[in-house]
């Protein structure tokens, strides 16, 4: 299947962002992408940037946001392509919302949502409501966790996801700066996993939206550093390029971790039985 990751210019008109989002979606479809992902805030803008104080909360133009969402749905069925996109999803109104993806399949309808789960210092008791739960979309046989921004420094979300069985990240920051990509290259080598990286189109000077292979090493970075754009790949789990970190390596870690192959190794040693006998 074919993986798009996006770079869209993130503004406070949610109307624009909206129509960004929509234009990159249709290129993605040309190209024949399955699976399109957008940065952090892509629809709804991000906090201090777009939103630039935690009482725009409640002022926010929530209604505004859902027709977006409604028209990003019947699009993703129109041009039968799925879609991960950043934008806050509303709680109650005196609750803060959540930092979220939200995920369209290719038949128009909204699946699923990604709550962030790891908050950033600014982000928590501020700006946002803290997620609970991993995310799996699947996608032609391929499945996909979703993952934001800070969670790059926490290894357990990719090891999790990992032994949930997918076949990669969706990863969508407000910027890929050198420690974020180091972190993510290292946790698609570590744990044999594609990881599709997105970022806004004015931040790409830090890093571009990219793909990462299982072996941890970039299949492809958009081509702008500073404009819209997207960055697509094939992924194949048959790839002779990926045989050593498919068909090897993450089946070896797995009995690995569960530790049996170890203990009957010891058992079946001669010197392993030398010393039970004494």
């Given at each position: 299947?074919?993986?798009?990751?996006?770079?869209?210019?993130?503004?406070?008109?949610?109307?624009?962002?909206?129509?960004?989002?929509?234009?990159?979606?249709?290129?993605?479809?040309?190209?024949?992408?399955?699976?399109?992902?957008?940065?952090?805030?892509?629809?709804?803008?991000?906090?201090?940037?777009?939103?630039?104080?935690?009482?725009?909360?409640?002022?926010?133009?929530?209604?505004?946001?859902?027709?977006?969402?409604?028209?990003?749905?019947?699009?993703?069925?129109?041009?039968?392509?799925?879609?991960?996109?950043?934008?806050?999803?509303?709680?109650?109104?005196?609750?803060?919302?959540?930092?979220?993806?939200?995920?369209?399949?290719d038949l128009g309808t909204l699946t699923t949502r990604y709550d962030k789960r790891f908050l950033s210092n600014s982000e928590v008791g501020d700006w946002y409501a803290p997620g609970r739960?991993?995310?799996?979309?699947?996608?032609?046989?391929?499945?996909?966790?979703?993952?934001?921004?800070?969670?790059?420094?926490?290894?357990?979300?990719?090891?999790?996801?990992?032994?949930?069985?997918?076949?990669?990240v969706i990863f969508a920051s407000y910027g890929l700066p050198e420690h974020f990509q180091i972190a993510l290259r290292a946790h698609a080598g570590l744990n044999c996993l594609w990881i599709?990286?997105?970022?806004?189109?004015?931040?790409?000077?830090?890093?571009?939206?990219?793909?990462?292979?299982?072996?941890?090493?970039?299949?492809?970075?958009?081509?702008?550093?500073?404009?819209?754009?997207?960055?697509?790949?094939?992924?194949?789990?048959?790839?002779?390029?990926?045989?050593?970190?498919?068909?090897?390596?993450?089946?070896?870690?797995?009995?690995?971790?569960?530790?049996?192959?170890?203990?009957?190794?010891?058992?079946?040693?001669?010197?392993?039985?030398i010393r039970q006998e004494y």
């Amino acid at each position: 299947m074919k993986l798009a990751m996006a770079q869209t210019v993130v503004s406070s008109d949610i109307a624009a962002n909206g129509a960004a989002i929509r234009a990159m979606i249709r290129h993605a479809a040309v190209d024949g992408a399955r699976l399109i992902g957008f940065c952090e805030g892509a629809l709804s803008g991000y906090s201090k940037l777009q939103i630039l104080s935690p009482s725009d909360c409640a002022t926010f133009d929530w209604t505004g946001q859902e027709a977006e969402l409604r028209s990003i749905a019947a699009l993703c069925g129109e041009l039968h392509i799925h879609a991960v996109i950043g934008a806050a999803h509303r709680l109650a109104d005196d609750c803060l919302p959540h930092n979220s993806l939200y995920v369209f399949s290719d038949l128009g309808t909204l699946t699923t949502r990604y709550d962030k789960r790891f908050l950033s210092n600014s982000e928590v008791g501020d700006w946002y409501a803290p997620g609970r739960a991993p995310v799996i979309l699947e996608v032609d046989g391929y499945s996909f966790g979703c993952a934001l921004c800070i969670e790059c420094q926490f290894p357990e979300i990719f090891s999790e996801y990992e032994r949930m069985g997918v076949d990669g990240v969706i990863f969508a920051s407000y910027g890929l700066p050198e420690h974020f990509q180091i972190a993510l290259r290292a946790h698609a080598g570590l744990n044999c996993l594609w990881i599709g990286t997105a970022t806004p189109a004015q931040k790409a000077p830090k890093g571009p939206a990219g793909i990462i292979g299982p072996d941890g090493r970039w299949i492809g970075q958009c081509s702008s550093m500073s404009a819209p754009g997207m960055v697509i790949a094939t992924l194949d789990r048959c790839d002779p390029l990926y045989d050593v970190a498919l068909q090897k390596a993450r089946p070896w870690r797995a009995k690995a971790r569960q530790g049996d192959i170890y203990l009957e190794r010891m058992v079946d040693h001669p010197r392993s039985r030398i010393r039970q006998e004494y």
